[in-house]
């Protein structure tokens, strides 16, 4: 799943709307919108890590993340 993509499901899970989650952040309502945005539209942003481990934790999940080297084979340690 892309950062966009996690924001949004987690927003959405967590029953808010871009208004509160961006309250919930500290942020702008415009951020949050810009945070949902595909890479590559105009004013996408990419969220932080703090910022997708917060939707997550609103949501119910926990943020992990995976270490892939260049072939896509995870990295061990």
Do not use: F
Request: proline share 4%.
């Amino acid at each position: 799943m892309h950062p966009h993509e996690i924001v949004r499901h987690c927003r959405r899970k967590a029953n808010l709307s871009q208004a509160d989650l961006a309250k919930v952040l500290g942020k702008r309502q415009s951020a949050v919108c810009n945070y949902e945005k595909r890479p590559g539209l105009e004013r996408s942003v990419e969220p932080s890590v703090s910022t997708l481990e917060i939707c997550c934790l609103l949501a119910g999940y926990r943020l992990d993340l995976l270490l892939v080297d260049s072939r896509g084979a995870a990295t061990q340690g």
